[in-house]
T-cell receptor, first 112, second 115 residues
Framework: ETGVTQTPRHLVMGMTNKKSLKCEQHLGHNAMYWYKQSAKKPLELMFVYNFKEQTENNSVPSRFSPECPNSSHLFLHLHTLQPEDSALYLC???????????FGSGTQLSVL | AQSVTQLDSHVSVSEGTPVLLRCNYS??????LFWYVQHPNKGLQLLLK??????LVKGINGFEAEFKKSETSFHLTKPSAHMSDAAEYFCVVIAYGGATNKLIFGTGTLLAVQP
């Protein structure tokens, strides 16, 4: 195990639902990240947090809302998603920005 | 600007034969380079990393990569493929930029291992 835990592993939701993805790291890292991985597309960086402050938002639609209450926890709140948002959402952490990433196993999201 | 190019989107080998996954990088600085592996429905796992020490880097599961500055390459190799090596492999370079550094991911190479 990498020390980064994501829940749930799988999520199916309708376009009107509200759900949240959770990520927890037990590594004492300062930076946390959300990535989106879609079939046949490169890995997309969504958000970056450093010491629980957001340092990067890569033009992500507002239907994705991140939350980082402390350096160990990261959430991704989802509402009124579209079918094209179906993807594997990966959380990662690193000791500091730009250092080796440690990934969780991801949440496979399907939007119906 | 830093970038990384994985030259093959798919590679297929037979079990027991050598594996070569190619990666070229572009960097204005002395780069830090990584290879990550992703098995189906799993997160990415670090295979190995180069951070300006020895140019031949050994990783987990028998993989190794050689940093060649003259060729701007960081190819991943393994002498003998195993069925469990079937996965997607990502080459990554660190982009250094002022206050923050970013990891730049390649588009991935899907490795198939035939029995």
């Amino acid at each position: 195990e990498t020390g980064v835990t994501q829940t749930p592993r799988h999520l199916v939701m309708g376009m009107t639902n509200k759900k949240s993805l959770k990520c927890e790291q037990h590594l004492g890292h300062n930076a946390m990240y959300w990535y989106k991985q879609s079939a046949k597309k490169p890995l997309e960086l969504m958000f970056v947090y450093n010491f629980k402050e957001q340092t990067e938002n890569n033009s992500v639609p507002s239907r994705f809302s991140p939350e980082c209450p402390n350096s160990s926890h990261l959430f991704l709140h989802l509402h009124t998603l579209q079918p094209e948002d179906s993807a594997l959402y990966l959380c990662a952490s690193s000791q500091d920005l730009g250092k080796q990433l440690f990934f969780g196993s991801g949440t496979q999201l399907s939007v119906l | 600007a830093q970038s990384v190019t994985q030259l093959d989107s798919h590679v297929s080998v037979s079990e027991g034969t050598p594996v070569l996954l190619r990666c070229n990088y572009s960097s204005s600085y002395s780069p830090s380079l990584f290879w990550y592996v992703q098995h189906p429905n799993k997160g990415l796992q670090l295979l190995l990393k180069y951070t300006s020490a020895a140019t031949l880097v050994k990783g987990i599961n028998g993989f190794e990569a050689e940093f060649k500055k003259s060729e701007t390459s960081f190819h991943l190799t393994k002498p003998s493929a195993h069925m469990s090596d079937a996965a997607e492999y990502f080459c990554v370079v660190i982009a250094y930029g002022g206050a923050t550094n970013k990891l730049i991911f390649g588009t991935g190479t899907l490795l198939a291992v035939q029995p």
